[in-house]
C-alpha cells in the first residue's frame, strides 16, 4: 500500500513538473511572438553596401573568449606597450554577437583584422618589439593563428553572424608577407623582393617596392610560375593536409588557367574563406601597392566562390547581394571621385573589383557645418560616384590624425559619422569613447600606432555613466541608420535652416524609404519644418524620444530636452 501510495506521489508531481514545463513554455512563447511583433529581425531589412554600418575591430583586441589560446609558438618576448598578443580572438566577436552588442549599436557588417596565420617570432622596426598580433604579418594564408582561434572558431563565427542577419568582412592582405625574423626565414626570391622600399614619388615607386623596411613584397606584377617554398610544403606535411593542398591548387589552376605566378596562389588561398564558409566580403589591405589587375582577379574570384558557396547552401543565404570588396587605398578622398592619381598614372580602382573605397576625407569634413558636410557627399555619390560607394570613419587603427581624438564630443562624432552620406565605419570604442591617445611612460612609451589598439574598454561601460550613455546614443542613431537605408544610401535634402532640418529618400524597385532629421534643436518646444517632405495628417515617430506626433501646417511639434530628433513614419 505504502508502494502504491508513493508512485501515486511521484506520478502527481511528475504531472505538476510537466504542466509546469509547458506553463514556461507558453509564458516563452508568448513573451517571444510580443517581441517578434514589435522588432524587426534585422535580417528581414532591406540591404544595401552603399549604406552599410559597419564595425571594425582589431580581433586580438576587443574580447577574448578563450583564454586558452593566449599563448602559442613561444611568443614570451619582451614587446612595447600595446605591441603583443592581448588575448581577443574569434570566440570573443562570437560572444558579442550572440549578447546582441552588435545588434544593438545597428550593425549590419563585422570588419575583423587578419586572422591568418602570423610569424612566429617578433621583430623591432625602431617602434618597440612587435608581434603580428594585428594579423597583417602572414606566415601562411592557408591556416589560421591559434591565438585567433581555429578554422572551427571561425565557421562559427560566420554562421552566427549570418543568423543575427550581419554581413562578415574578412580583411585581407596580398602585398606582403610577414618581416623576416631570426625564427621567420623569407619566402623564396621568386616570391618577393626585399628592396628597394617605396619612395611613393610614382605608380612604380609605389606599387614595386617594399612598403617599409623589412616588409617582403609579394611579386604581385609578374606572370611567372613559380614553386611552394620547401617550408610551406614541409608545415602541410606536418599537419597531414599536403596532398590535400596540392590536389586543390591543382583543380584551382585547371579551371582558371591561371599561370602558377605568387599572385594567383594567395588568390586561390584568400577565396577558400568564401567558398567553404559564405564570407560576405573582403576589405582589401595596402591596395595602391599592388597593381590594379590584381584586385580585378582577386574579386572574379571571390565571385565564383560566393556564388558556389550560395548554390549548395540555398537556406543560408541572406539576400542576393554580390561578393563585396572595399579597398583601403591610403589617402584617397571622397573628392578624388573614380581614380587615385600616382601622378604618372591615374587609376580608377572602381573598375577592378572594387564597390567601395575608404574615404581618409571625413575626419577633416567633419570639423564643418552638418549641412556643407551632407550637400558635399550627396552630391559626389549621386554623380561620380554612382553606384559605388565609400566607407567612412573618423578614427582607425593606423591614422595617427583622427578626428577629436580627445573624444571631447563623442555625441557629434556620431551624428557626423553614422548621418553622413555612404556607408559608415565604426572603429571599435568610437561608441565607448576608449582611449586612443596613451601615452605609456617616460621610460616605456606607447609608439606609432600602438596607441590606436588599446584593448576594448568593457569595464569602464560596465561601471561608468557617462560612458554608457554616449553608447545609449550611439545605438539610437545606430539602428536608425541600419532600419532605414535612406540615411546611408538615400538621397539628402534640407527642409530647414533654423531648427535645422533634413530628409533622406532611397527608392530601389518597389522599395522606398524617407526619414525626416533634426540636428542642434534646442531644449523644450521646438517646431520642426517638413513641408513638401511629409503631408498635413501624416503620423510620425520620433525615435530618438519614443515620440508620435502628427504633421500639421507642414510641422511636427516636440516638447523634450533632446537636441536631436529622428523621424520615421509611424506603422
Not at 335 to 357: E, M, P
Not at 512 to 535: E, M, R
Amino acid at each position: 500500500m505504502k508502494r502504491l501510495l508513493s508512485a501515486v506521489i511521484i506520478l502527481s508531481l511528475l504531472i505538476a513538473c510537466k504542466q509546469e514545463q509547458k506553463d514556461i513554455v507558453k509564458e516563452v512563447a508568448v513573451k517571444t511572438d510580443t517581441i517578434s511583433k514589435t522588432i524587426k529581425p534585422a535580417k528581414d531589412i532591406p540591404f544595401a553596401w552603399e549604406g552599410a554600418n559597419i564595425y571594425f575591430l582589431l580581433t586580438d583586441r576587443f574580447n577574448n573568449g578563450n583564454k586558452e589560446n593566449d599563448l602559442n609558438f613561444e611568443r614570451t618576448e619582451p614587446t612595447g606597450p600595446l605591441r603583443s598578443f592581448m588575448g581577443g580572438d574569434i570566440q570573443g566577436i562570437t560572444q558579442k554577437i550572440e549578447e546582441g552588442y552588435f545588434s544593438d549599436l545597428g550593425i549590419n557588417a563585422i570588419w575583423f583584422t587578419p586572422v591568418v596565420e602570423q610569424i612566429h617570432g617578433s621583430t623591432d622596426e625602431g617602434t618597440g618589439n612587435t608581434y603580428g598580433y594585428h594579423g597583417y604579418w602572414t606566415k601562411d594564408w592557408t591556416d589560421l593563428d591559434p591565438n585567433f582561434g581555429t578554422r572551427k572558431d571561425l565557421e562559427t563565427m560566420v554562421k552566427t553572424a549570418h543568423q543575427h542577419g550581419i554581413r562578415v568582412l574578412m580583411d585581407v592582405v596580398i602585398n606582403h608577407t610577414g618581416p623576416i625574423t631570426d625564427i621567420d626565414q623569407a619566402w623564396p626570391e621568386d616570391w618577393i623582393r626585399t628592396e628597394p622600399t617605396c619612395d611613393f614619388a610614382n605608380y612604380e615607386t609605389t606599387v614595386e617596392c617594399t612598403l617599409v623596411d623589412n616588409l617582403p613584397d609579394i611579386k604581385t606584377e609578374s606572370n611567372e610560375p613559380v614553386e611552394l617554398p620547401d617550408a610551406l610544403l614541409a608545415k602541410w606535411k606536418d599537419e597531414g593536409r599536403l596532398s590535400q593542398e596540392l590536389d586543390e591548387l591543382q583543380l584551382f589552376f585547371e579551371r582558371t588557367g591561371y599561370p602558377r605566378a605568387p599572385r594567383f596562389y594567395i588568390i586561390k588561398w584568400l577565396t577558400d574563406y568564401v567558398n567553404n564558409l559564405g564570407v560576405d566580403g573582403f576589405r582589401v589591405d595596402t591596395v595602391k601597392h599592388v597593381n590594379e589587375n590584381t584586385w580585378a582577379e582577386l574579386y572574379k574570384e571571390a565571385s565564383y566562390a560566393f556564388e558556389n558557396w550560395k548554390k549548395m547552401h540555398p537556406d543560408k543565404v541572406l539576400d542576393e547581394q554580390p561578393f563585396y570588396m572595399v579597398g583601403e587605398v591610403y589617402n584617397y578622398g571622397v573628392s578624388s571621385g573614380r581614380t587615385y592619381d600616382f601622378t604618372d598614372k591615374k587609376v580608377d580602382y572602381f573598375a577592378n573589383g572594387f564597390k567601395s573605397l575608404i574615404n581618409f576625407e571625413l575626419k577633416e569634413d567633419a570639423k564643418k557645418d552638418y549641412e556643407s558636410i551632407f550637400r558635399k557627399y550627396n552630391k559626389i555619390l549621386n554623380t561620380d560616384l554612382i553606384g559605388k560607394s565609400v566607407v567612412n570613419y573618423l578614427t582607425s587603427h593606423d591614422d595617427g590624425n583622427p578626428y577629436d581624438a580627445e573624444r571631447t564630443d563623442p555625441f557629434k562624432a556620431a551624428n557626423v559619422l553614422l548621418l553622413t552620406p555612404g556607408a559608415s565605419q565604426i572603429y571599435y570604442g568610437d561608441e565607448t569613447a576608449r582611449d586612443i591617445t596613451i601615452e605609456g611612460s617616460v621610460q616605456n612609451p606607447v609608439q606609432g600606432d600602438a596607441s590606436l589598439r588599446s584593448f576594448m574598454n568593457w569595464k569602464e561601460l560596465d561601471s561608468l555613466s557617462s560612458t554608457q550613455e554616449i553608447l545609449k546614443h550611439w545605438k539610437k542613431l545606430g539602428t536608425f541608420r541600419r532600419d532605414h537605408l535612406a540615411v546611408g544610401a538615400g538621397k539628402h535634402r534640407r527642409l530647414g535652416k533654423k531648427p535645422y532640418v533634413f530628409s533622406r529618400t532611397y527608392v530601389e524597385g518597389n522599395y522606398k524609404d524617407k526619414v525626416a532629421i533634426g540636428l542642434d534643436l534646442p531644449k523644450g518646444k521646438k517646431s520642426l519644418w517638413v513641408k513638401g517632405f511629409f503631408g498635413d495628417g501624416t503620423k510620425l515617430y520620433d525615435t530618438y524620444s519614443e515620440t508620435e506626433v502628427t504633421v500639421a501646417n507642414g510641422k511636427v511639434i516636440l516638447e523634450n530636452d533632446f537636441n536631436i530628433a529622428l523621424l520615421e513614419l509611424k506603422e
